[in-house]
Structures are given as C-alpha cells and as structure tokens.
C-alpha cells in the first residue's frame, strides 16, 4: 500500500511538471543573400564557431535551422528556430552583447541583403508570419 502511494504521488509529481511547462515559441525570419558573398557564407556555416553555438543554446534556442532557396536569379534565406526560455528580448540582449557573437554577426551581416520592409527597420531579417503549425 505505501509503494502504491509513493509512486501515484510520483506519477502526479510528474503529471503536473508536464503540464506547467511553458510551451516553446517558434520564430521564422526571410532575408536575401548577396550573390557575391553566398559562397562564403555556405563556409561560414559549415564551420561554425563552437561559441556562437554555446551563446545560442544558453539563449534557451533549440532546432535552430537556416534554409537557401533561391527564387528568380535571386538567393534567399529562411530562418527557423524554437525559443524555450521566458523572455525572447532578454536573452536577444545577452546574445547581443557577447564578444564572439558580435564578431560572427560582423562575417555574415554584410553577406546578407533585407528585405525592404526589414531594411526600412534597420534590421537584417524580415519577420514572418506562422500560418499553421501540426505538433
């Protein structure tokens, strides 16, 4: 009968923690890439600094993906990554402000060319909206 107890107490301790979970946020980003940088950063990201993805991970960003498609002579971007923590701008701050990051961000920004709607806001990537998603 106490076994019975501990491990029912168990099973809603567990119960519980699952569903007070905050769910994750996805996020998706479109910008181009300039037609003369692209080969180097393909290199960019087939070698990627081991600190970036420390900072990326102690950020709570998971499934981080970028995508290359091109469309019309023209080569795009896509972005696509999970948020786990609990305030996005927070931890965009901390990535912000670290060394390494900063430097890599310094390697691929001018490779990239905004959108206009991005470039109008001063930003690299053009946000996107999640239309559907099947979990």
Known sequence: MKLRIILTSLFVALLSACTTQKPVQRFAWVTGLKPEKVDYYRQLHANPWPAVNKMIKECHIQN?????????????????????????????????????????????????????????????????KELYHLP
């Open 64 to 128: 981080f993906s970028i995508y290359e498609r091109e469309i019309e002579g023209k080569t795009y971007l896509f972005a696509y990554l999970e948020y786990t923590g609990t305030d996005f701008d927070a931890d965009m701050k901390k990535m912000a402000a670290d060394p390494e990051t900063v430097r890599w961000w310094k390697e691929t920004d001018p490779c990239q060319s905004p959108l206009p709607d991005a470039a109008a806001a001063k930003k690299i990537w053009a946000d996107t």
